[in-house]
């Protein structure tokens, strides 16, 4: 796997203290795959927990700890990211570093945008399709 453009980023952990991560891009079918599968695999009582942890481990293999002897330590296992990663809000930190860093659509509030647009459309279809319910059932006969 060739890494390509790192850059360090800085994780507050649970306990205030501050951990330096390397991230890099991810290949274009790994960032695809990640797109599609994250997000959806983490929405509640729809998504798929297994779906969203293989993304998540997927997104690490991109993620790496500089060594004291300059080298890089990629976390490319569950147990490395155990290791290397304190807690499940820092590991959630990163993994939204990574997704900023990957896709313009999440940088710049781009995503609450689309989701605010999202949430209008459908509060206006869901508003529209109760208004002809009601008309339908206020001009249905009444029943003895």
């Known amino acids: 796997m060739t890494l390509r453009n790192p850059q360090v980023i800085s994780v507050e952990t649970l306990e205030g203290e501050q951990r330096e991560y ?6 274009a079918f790994d960032g695809r795959k990640v797109a599609v599968c994250y ?3 983490a929405l509640p009582k729809i998504g798929d927990y297994d779906v969203n942890e293989a993304m ?3 997104m690490m293999r991109y993620v790496g700890i500089a060594q004291e002897n300059g080298e890089l330590l990629m976390l490319t ?3 490395l990211i155990e290791n290397h990663v304190p807690d499940w809000e820092t590991l959630a930190k990163i993994e939204i570093e990574m997704l900023k860093y990957n896709t313009s659509f999440f940088q710049n509030g781009k995503a609450l945008s689309l989701l605010k647009e999202f949430s209008d459309k459908g509060t206006e279809l869901i ?3 109760l208004t002809d ?4 059932l206020s001009q249905a006969e009444k029943l003895p």
């Open 127 to 129: 508003s529209s399709t």
């Open 39 to 41: 997000t959806q695999g």
């Open 77 to 79: 296992t569950k147990g």
């Open 22 to 27: 390397v991230i890099h891009h991810m290949a």
């Open 56 to 58: 998540s481990l997927l």
């Open 133 to 136: 319910l009601l008309e339908r």
